[in-house]
């Protein structure tokens, strides 16, 4: 597609369950980038991708956060036994050179 | 959708005036500067972005000025519109590095 796509766009799940998030990025876009969007919030940064290599992971809040990247497109960012306060919206953005970062419409993630 | 930002700085304009959203940037060394519009339940989407060799820079009905003595930029919106409703937030960057800083925010409200 012509911009970011994340999947899913909504995700309930309970406390202790891991989740995958997924961002497909806008082709050709080699910089991408995880954040975190809670209510009431500036975005959070969590990660940063150059192809697939992350030389910044110093935002993911703790072990149980990871995330990679393949074939210098599509991203996971998985959460391992999440807890009620990674509710948020976490969203992903794309960028090439020094053009805008473009961002998808986010996964709003819910534990219950 | 979910609200964002629901404690944010809160600009109301009626339809059809102009509207003046403001930022404050915090890195001096910054020479690369984006406009954010983020409706409820979506992700941010680029409006305007303009480069420190710039003060002025214009797109269809907005405008960015940037005042690098004061470290200020605004956003000027002309004849705002009901769908300009959304939560604007400002983006620096230095020297083509990968760090962006966001700001947090103003809801703009247009009434009708």
């Known amino acids: 597609g012509a911009g970011v796509s994340q999947s899913p766009s909504n995700k309930v799940t309970e406390k202790g369950k891991d989740v995958e998030l997924r961002c497909d990025p806008i082709s050709g876009h080699t910089a991408l980038y995880w954040y975190r969007q809670s209510l009431g919030q500036g975005l959070e940064f969590l990660i940063y991708f150059q192809g697939n290599s992350a030389p910044d992971k110093s935002g993911l809040p703790s072990d149980r956060f990871s995330a990679e990247r393949t074939g210098g497109s599509v991203s996971t960012l998985t959460i391992q036994r999440t807890q009620q306060e990674d509710s948020a919206v976490y969203l992903c953005a794309t960028g090439q050179g020094a053009s805008p970062l473009h961002f998808g419409n986010g996964t709003r993630l819910t534990v219950t | 959708g979910e609200s964002v930002g629901l404690h944010l700085p809160t600009l109301s304009v009626q339809e059809g005036d102009n509207s003046i959203i403001n930022c404050a940037y915090s890195n001096s060394a910054s020479d690369y500067f984006i406009w954010y519009k983020q409706e409820s339940g979506k992700g941010p989407q680029f409006i305007i972005d303009?480069?420190?060799?710039?003060d002025k820079r214009q797109g269809q009905r907005v405008t960015v000025l940037l005042n690098k003595t004061v470290k200020h930029l605004s956003l000027q919106i002309a004849a705002t519109q009901p769908g300009d409703s959304a939560v604007y937030f400002c983006a620096e960057n230095k020297g083509g590095t990968y760090k962006y800083i966001f700001g947090t925010g103003t809801r703009l409200k247009v009434l009708a």
């Open positions: 303009i480069r420190s060799n710039m």
